[in-house]
Nanobody
Framework: QVQVVESGGGSVRAGDSLRLSCAAS????????MGWFRQAPGKEREFVAI????????DYADSVKGRFNISRDNAKNTVYLQMTSLKPEDTAVYYC???????????????????WGQGTQVTVSS
């Protein structure tokens, strides 16, 4: 079992950068693929990025490609989401999630993740 806790959210201006962290507990953390999702007010939760267990594979939503970078440090049981060139439309609650395998069922769907954090708010003003 994996428990995850997000941190690092805040209020920034358009063009600023922010780094989110997701601290995981559980000795099997390194075996899990880790993803980031976000949910804006009145919208469904959407996929942002995913990284496989050894950082060999990553994928991003088109809306964040080239601006966001996902990484992980298995020694620290932590996943990061570095966000740059933030836009007002990036405003959302950001969630960290874990799934057993990178491939297989679609990782774009939040239904295919086993463990979730409580979320951290990111607000980008223009």
């Amino acid at each position: 079992q994996v428990q995850v806790v997000e941190s690092g959210g805040g209020s920034v201006r358009a063009g600023d950068s922010l780094r989110l962290s997701c601290a995981a507990s559980g000795r099997t953390f390194s075996a899990y693929a880790m993803g980031w999702f976000r949910q804006a007010p009145g919208k469904e939760r959407e996929f942002v990025a995913i990284i496989n267990w050894n950082s060999d594979s990553t994928d991003y939503a088109d809306s964040v490609k080239g601006r966001f970078n996902i990484s992980r440090d298995n020694a620290k049981n932590t996943v990061y989401l570095q966000m740059t060139s933030l836009k007002p439309e990036d405003t959302a609650v950001y969630y960290c999630a874990a799934r057993k395998y990178y491939s297989g069922s679609s990782y774009y769907s939040d239904r295919n993740y086993n463990y979730w954090g409580q979320g951290t708010q990111v607000t980008v003003s223009s």
